[in-house]
């Protein structure tokens, strides 16, 4: 199994970024892709997850209005979109997909928000 995330980003305060998730040696219907962050100096926060199969997602309160989760079956790839960035949007996101009795991360996607 591995998760490959796209690459760091840059983004100034107000706009938006979107992070891919691209899932491989599974099946990418089979399990919920989750999506967590870390801010420096701060524990994990998870902030939503979909189902790939049903394209079924679900955000923390916080993310709510301003996060939206999305899956391409044909690529097997997730995405998460996060708008109106904020200098404390600044973290490493990470996705990740529980499975069974495993659970696997992809390698982590370092976002700055600055002006």
């Known amino acids: 199994v591995q998760l490959v995330q796209s690459g760091a980003e840059l ?3 107000g706009t938006s970024v979107t992070v891919s998730c ?5 099946t990418f219907t089979s399990y919920y892709i989750d999506w967590v962050r870390q801010a420096p100096g701060q524990g994990l926060e998870w902030m939503g997850r979909i ?6 997602t679900k955000a923390a309160p916080k993310f709510q209005g301003r996060i939206t989760f999305t899956a ?4 097997s790839t997730a995405y998460v979109e996060l708008n109106n960035l ?3 949007d600044t973290a490493v996101y990470y996705c990740g997909s529980s499975q069974d009795d ?4 992809g ?9």
């Open 11 to 13: 983004r100034q305060p």
């Open 22 to 26: 691209k899932a491989s040696g599974y």
């Open 51 to 56: 189902d790939p199969e049903y394209r079924a």
């Open 72 to 75: 391409d079956l044909d690529s």
């Open 86 to 88: 904020s200098p404390e």
């Open 102 to 105: 495993s659970d696997y991360w």
């Open 107 to 115: 390698q982590g996607t370092q976002i700055t928000v600055s002006s």
